[in-house]
């Protein structure tokens, strides 16, 4: 049975490891990328969501109205790239932060 995963490391400003394995869903290579993308595309909704909270947050406590940033439309306006497809369609994705964080993204498809 194949399984697809994601695996999320974070680093924080002091290079403190956190990381995550999940597993997303269980069924043939083309099922599983098919969930990979739908999956991709929830978390960079919320993703998206969560910078422009961060933004509004920021801009209140700004005076000047010239300094609010436009909201966020697209995931790429968050400083976060995707690396070259990798082998069978799996995907990479990686993001540093203004503050000195950053995390990276993988999928892998594990036979169990």
């Known amino acids: 049975m194949l399984t697809l ?3 999320v490391c974070n680093h924080d400003w ?9 597993a997303i869903g269980t069924g043939t290579r083309e099922e599983l990328l098919v969930l990979q993308d739908a999956d991709i595309e929830r978390w960079q909704a919320e993703d998206i969501a969560n910078e422009n909270e961060a933004r509004e947050i ?3 406590s700004e005076d000047d109205i010239s300094l609010h940033a436009a909201p966020i439309t697209k995931w790429e ?6 690396m070259d497809e990798r082998r069978d369609g799996l995907r990479d994705f990686f993001r540093r932060t203004e503050d000195g964080d950053y995390w990276s993204i993988a999928y892998h498809i594990l036979e169990l």
């Open 77 to 82: 306006e968050t400083g976060a790239v995707e």
């Open 14 to 22: 002091k290079g403190k490891p956190s990381n995550s394995l999940n």
């Open 5 to 7: 995963f994601r695996s």
């Open 58 to 60: 920021d801009n209140e």
